[in-house]
Nanobody
C-alpha cells in the first residue's frame, strides 16, 4: 500500500518558520515529480511548490516564492517544505503529492495520483 505521510505542521506566529516533511512508503518516488498543495476550508486546493525527480527543477506559487523552499532526499523517499517568514494567509492544510507516472514537476493537482492526508499549519499574528 502506497502512503504519503506529512508531518511538521502546527501553530506558528507571523514571521516564524516551519519545516514540513513528507515520507513515502510502499513504493519509491525517487524517479517522480512531487509537490506540495494547500487548502483552506471553503476554498479550492492551491498549488504551493513542486520539484522534479532529481531536485534540479523547482517551481513555486507567487504567494510563497522567496519564502518557501521545496527539497527532496531520494535516499529517504522524503520531500520537504521549508517555510520561512510565515504569514496568516499561509494558514491551511498542507498536502504532499506524488506523480506516479512522471519525473517532471507540475502545478496542476490533476497530474498527481498519490496524495497524503495533510498536515495543518496555523499562523497567528
Amino acid at each position: 500500500q502506497v502512503q504519503l505521510v506529512e508531518s511538521g505542521g502546527g501553530t506558528a506566529q507571523t514571521g516564524d518558520s516551519l519545516r514540513l516533511s513528507c515520507a513515502a512508503s510502499g513504493r519509491s518516488f525517487s524517479a517522480n515529480g512531487m509537490g506540495w498543495f494547500r487548502q483552506d476550508p471553503g476554498k479550492e486546493r492551491e498549488f504551493v511548490a513542486t520539484i522534479s525527480w532529481n531536485g534540479g527543477t523547482t517551481d513555486y506559487a507567487d504567494s510563497v516564492k522567496g519564502r518557501f523552499t521545496i527539497s527532496r532526499a531520494n535516499a529517504k523517499n522524503t520531500i520537504y517544505l521549508q517555510m520561512n517568514s510565515l504569514k496568516s494567509d499561509d494558514t491551511a492544510v498542507y498536502y504532499c503529492a506524488g506523480r506516479g507516472g512522471s519525473a517532471s514537476p507540475s502545478r496542476n493537482y490533476r497530474d498527481y495520483n498519490y496524495w497524503g492526508r495533510g498536515t495543518q499549519v496555523t499562523v497567528s499574528s
